[in-house]
């Protein structure tokens, strides 16, 4: 099984289209808490739906499940808390809501997508490694 992560910033749509559809990836999974934001550009949530299909022949899904709780990103980016204390709240939140119960099939093959240019500091890569903890059998591959 495999995951791919992404995300738009620091990058052109040309860059960041070519690199899904060079991946193998074939869904893309938006994991935002706000997919319709004007900061957004080409990846908002309907434009990107547009694109992923037209571009890449890939289908769109948001999955709010995925995504932080508007407390646990605004103590994070707004009042400039930790990235320790935000991965502890978002690994306690995805426990609580049991990502791992999610349907496997469902994340197969598909590219979470995030904000965020580098996976290190951002959510997408600590859902993908959540449920590597929790399923075992995935490679994880950040675009």
Known sequence: MKIF????????AENFFW???QSGARKII?????NVSQ????AK???LKYFANTICGMEYQHVPKLAPTKDILDAYKKNKGSWEDYELKFLDLMAERKI??????????ACLLCSEDKPHHCHRRLVAEYLKDAWKEI????L
């Open 5 to 12: 992560t992404i995300g738009f910033t620091k990058t052109s």
């Open 139 to 142: 490679e994880i591959i950040h």
């Open 30 to 34: 938006d994991v935002r808490l706000n």
């Open 19 to 21: 690199r899904l559809g």
């Open 39 to 42: 900061l957004a550009g080409f």
């Open 45 to 47: 949530r309907d434009d």
């Open 100 to 109: 791992e119960k999610m349907h496997r099939s469902a994340l197969d093959g």
